[in-house]
T-cell receptor, first 114, second 111 residues
Framework: EPEVTQTPSHQVTQMGQEVILRCVPI?????FYWYRQILGQKVEFLVS????????KSEIFDDQFSVERPDGSNFTLKIRSTKLEDSAMYFC????????????FGPGTRLTVL | GEDVEQSLFLSVREGDSSVINCTYT??????LYWYKQEPGAGLQLLTY?????DMKQDQRLTVLLNKKDKHLSLRIADTQTGDSAIYFC???????????FGKGTRLHILP
């Protein structure tokens, strides 16, 4: 069964460093998302992406964040200068079409900022 | 604003029914979801219900929606050890594509 994959599973970085979290959505999907979950808190929407541009972004998704689909398979989330409060589990999701209700989630990348 | 609330923990004996409750605030919610997260895994969609429905049943799972009270519940019949996980209630609205999640209810199965 096709699935969303994410790498790495765990990333440790120093405050101020740039990180890139990688996702491979399901191959025929057109809509892509990033969510995050700070430990003990809710899963929060960050950004949605369709047709090579951002469809919607939350207040969390400030200038430090960017997303890219550099080729036909990867979908990346970049944090330019990480802060301690960026430590969280980051989930990528994808869905096939606008009428489709199900977003398929990856297993997540745990980001730890020291 | 949009908010989804659910209790954080539930313990149930194996073989009993589990009922996980959730409340939401956005009256324009169109879709209401239950996601399951097992340790080390992603969020798996268990079931969803349209806001114009009251109930949806799928094998051992029953979803009840009280739109007036903005209350959603998930009943798992004959709870088994494999049901041990975190269950997230979530909503989305037509105008938005994003999903709004609750904090998740950790279901613990007692032998």
């Amino acid at each position: 069964e096709p699935e969303v994959t994410q790498t790495p599973s765990h990333q440790v970085t120093q405050m101020g460093q740039e990180v890139i979290l990688r996702c491979v959505p399901i191959s025929n999907h057109l809509y892509f998302y990033w969510y995050r979950q700070i430990l003990g808190q809710k899963v929060e929407f960050l950004v949605s992406f369709y047709n090579n541009e951002i469809s919607e972004k939350s207040e969390i998704f400030d200038d430090q964040f960017s997303v890219e689909r550099p080729d036909g398979s990867n979908f990346t989330l970049k944090i330019r200068s990480t802060k301690l409060e960026d430590s969280a589990m980051y989930f990528c999701a994808s869905k096939s079409g606008s009428s489709d209700n199900e977003q398929f989630f990856g297993p997540g990348t745990r980001l730890t900022v020291l | 604003g949009e908010d989804v609330e659910q209790s954080l923990f539930l313990s149930v004996r194996e073989g009993d029914s589990s009922v996980i409750n959730c409340t939401y605030t956005d009256s324009s919610s169109t879709y209401l979801y239950w996601y399951k997260q097992e340790p080390g895994a992603g969020l798996q969609l268990l079931t969803y219900i349209f806001s114009n429905m009251d109930m949806k049943q799928d094998q051992r799972l029953t979803v009840l929606l009280n739109k007036k009270d903005k209350h959603l519940s998930l009943r798992i019949a004959d709870t088994q050890t494999g049901d041990s996980a975190i269950y997230f209630c979530a909503e989305s609205v037509d105008r938005d594509d994003k999903i709004i999640f609750g904090k998740g209810t950790r279901l613990h199965i007692l032998p």
